[in-house]
């Protein structure tokens, strides 16, 4: 018992800490410290990344995902919106498929509402999507965005669906 207690003193006893920023402008960077950094041998030593900010950025929409397909008169004609590559929050996917849609005429005008609508669900992950009477969302071109919005590469008709899998906005 006096072995467990001891290591429970030595493990919760204040230790020794450096902290060092990196910074370079660069992707592949190497530091070299002088003089450089002395260890005591007898002494072990643990290390960790405690914080990582990058202003380099990883596209969630690219060439494989960045295909959304809607048809505003139940499947009789379809229209292809093509996002550019970059990194969207769900928000900002809704605004510019609205954008596109309000370009291809398919804007309610009389009372101001989108006819398609992508929101977050906070409390599942999941992505709530909202279509006008006939509209409808085709996901199963291959370079569709179902995946990031968490849809199956299905076609969906109904007037408010949520995802079947949690939106996958980050990569």
């Not at 599942?124 to 990031?148: C, G, H, N, W």
Request: hydrophobic share 35%.
């Amino acid at each position: 018992m006096e072995q467990i207690l001891e290591k429970i003193a030595l493990n919760t006893e204040p230790k020794n800490s450096l902290q060092i920023v990196v910074s370079d402008n660069k992707t592949r960077f190497k530091t070299k410290f002088n003089p450089p950094i002395q260890l005591d041998k007898k002494k072990r030593y643990q290390i960790a990344l405690v914080n990582l900010e990058t202003y380099y950025s990883f596209p969630n929409i690219d060439s494989t995902k960045k295909h959304f397909r809607y048809s505003p008169d139940d499947g009789k004609s379809w229209f292809d919106i093509h996002i550019p590559e970059g990194c969207y929050e769900i928000t900002d996917i809704n605004d510019y498929i609205q954008l596109m849609m309000r370009q291809n005429g398919h804007y309610s005008t009389v009372n101001e509402v989108d006819n398609i609508i992508l929101s977050a669900n906070i409390n599942t992950l999941k992505l709530v999507m909202i279509l006008a009477e006939k509209y409808q969302v085709d996901f199963r071109p291959l370079d569709s965005t179902s995946s990031v919005l968490g849809f199956n590469n299905d076609l969906y008709t109904s007037r408010h669906q949520e995802s079947e899998n949690v939106v996958n906005i980050l990569r």
